[in-house]
């Protein structure tokens, strides 16, 4: 641990803008939820009308989870309890891989390994930070919460299980960050492991069963904040918490510096005839990720399949709910496979990075049939996730209600109309590629975060509908199953995936390769 010190100083000066920025959207969005709730609603009666309002959508429950008491304090934890935790969690991993894995990637771990500094200072230093971060967050959180005229005792237990999601994500991330060896797939993994979390809870508060306590983000609202106050539940965050760091720690020292778990196997002295086109090349390079996030998939919407008619055992309008829920999941599920796509777009900029482009490019291939057989597995992939997903959830969601000729298809169906938005953010990574490869993964990464806080932030009233329309996945249709689409919205955001992935070709036709 030598030199833990001194690397928590270099973090907090790298990210003296960010995490200032991180941790007042952390306690500015609940509060603008909680203080919106106050103004509304000022009578028990309103409150109680409210409540009954939001337990009848099942989209409401997934997203937000139960409402435990028709009172100020019980509708404000509802409506403010899991948009401050869902900010916390990404916040916490992409600082976790942006200060372990990058480090190792781009090679200043190594650099800074050479002088005074223990292995594991550089892990200890960050989750130190997270740490510091999330309960500094807690603590302006309760003090706002507090502000509007909230019970103490429920403030802190809102902020102080806010924070236990974000740093039981820190640790999550940390992990991932053993197991791979290159930060796009370190948060692509960390990222869908939260999309499994999140869909866990959401699954068992629409069920009302024991998947809420699963997950982290179900003992966030099984803290019960204002309407019963659980300070035991945060024992649950600090093992689990504990439990992965030690995780974490006992594969960085059985690993290699800049290596993943699974260290990258020597090939043959000569490659084999199949693998003399990019394209071959490229499946070379994505078939394990690839494999390994269908099979995830497969594995989720078989989940979600045989949740969803459990789910409509406590719903009024069984169809109506089955569709909210079903929504709902492949809106979370497909912000999740956006980031494989983004990934597998960015390959190439990896590839550059490491100096294995320019020894290719020297050889037969152009630019564009490197990048674009890349592309098409960010293209592909994503759609055979999804479909794969769909079949799942029809094969088992049918078979619970005795009809998987009609709910495969409409279940498969619906599951791929979540491509366009998927493929625009893989197109977008494709034009930062081109444009501005520098900055191109965190600025893609970036994006992928806003838009999934804008979604977020509409759920809970903070923005307008104009503000949500930045975002891509706002624009697919949230229609019943088997229900006529209008085109219009998913043809435009076809149109502008190919726009913006013809700029990306065209950019790096012109621009300099990096040596």
């Known amino acids: 641990m030598t030199g833990t010190g001194a690397l928590i100083r270099l973090i907090l000066r790298r990210d003296r803008l960010i995490l200032p920025v ?90 800074l390994g050479s002088t005074v500094v223990g292995r594991h200072a550089g892990l200890a230093a960050t989750l130190v930070v997270v740490l510091g971060a999330n309960l500094v967050a807690a603590v302006l959180l309760a003090g706002a919460m507090t502000a509007l005229g909230l019970p103490v005792a429920g403030s802190f237990m809102l902020g102080l299980s806010t924070a236990g999601v974000g740093v039981a994500m820190g640790a999550v991330a940390a992990v991932a960050a053993q197991c791979t060896t290159g930060s796009g797939a370190a948060r692509g993994l960390a990222f869908a492991a939260l999309a499994v979390l999140f869909l866990v809870r959401g699954v068992g508060d629409a069920r009302g069963s024991w998947l809420s306590w699963a997950s ?151 630019r564009v049939r490197w990048a674009m057989a890349h592309l098409a597995f960010a293209v592909a992939g994503p759609a055979l996730m999804l479909a794969v997903t769909g079949v799942a959830m029809g094969l088992t969601y049918g078979a619970a209600v005795g009809d998987v000729g009609g709910e495969l298809p409409a279940l498969l169906g619906t599951a791929l109309l979540w491509l366009p938005a998927v493929w625009v953010m893989a197109a977008l990574a494709t034009a930062l590629l081109g444009l501005l490869p520098r900055v191109s993964a965190a600025v893609a990464w970036g994006l992928l975060g806003v838009f999934l806080l804008v979604e977020l932030a509409f759920e809970f009233g903070q923005v307008n509908e104009g503000v949500l329309g930045l975002s891509p996945f706002s624009h697919i249709p949230r229609t019943l199953l088997g229900a006529p689409l209008d085109l219009v919205q998913l043809v435009a955001l076809l149109a502008l995936a190919l726009a913006l992935a013809g700029a990306g070709m065209m950019g790096l036709r012109r621009r300099d390769i990096t040596a």
């Open 22 to 111: 991180w941790i007042v959207v952390t306690v500015l969005v609940p509060y603008g939820v909680a203080s919106g709730a106050a103004s509304l609603y000022t009578t028990p009666e309103s409150l109680l009308k409210y409540a009954e309002e939001a337990m009848a959508n099942t989209a409401q429950v997934a997203m937000r989870g139960v409402v435990y008491a028709p009172t100020l304090g019980g509708v404000t934890a509802w409506g403010a309890g899991m948009s401050g935790a869902l900010v916390a969690a990404l916040a916490s991993l992409l600082v976790v891989i942006r200060h372990t894995r990058t480090e190792e990637e781009t090679g200043r771990r190594e650099l």
């Open 216 to 366: 982290p983000f179900g003992w966030a609202r099984l803290s019960l904040a204002y309407t019963g106050d659980r300070w035991w539940v945060l024992v649950l965050f600090a093992g689990f918490s504990v439990a992965l760091v030690w995780v974490a720690y006992l594969l960085a020292a059985r690993r290699d510096l800049a290596a993943g778990l699974l260290p990258d196997r020597a090939g043959p002295g000569s490659a084999a005839a199949a693998l003399r086109s990019p394209f071959a090349l490229a499946w070379r390079s994505h078939r394990g990720p690839l494999l390994a996030w269908t099979a995830g998939c497969a594995a989720v919407g078989a989940l979600l399949g045989s949740a969803v008619d459990g789910a409509q055992q406590q719903i009024s309008g069984l169809f109506s709910g089955a569709d909210a829920l079903f929504t709902f999941s492949l809106l979370v599920l497909s912000q999740a496979v956006s980031g494989y796509a983004i990934s597998a777009a960015l390959r190439p900029r990896a590839e550059e990075r490491d100096g294995l482009a320019e020894l290719l490019l020297a050889a037969a291939p152009a």
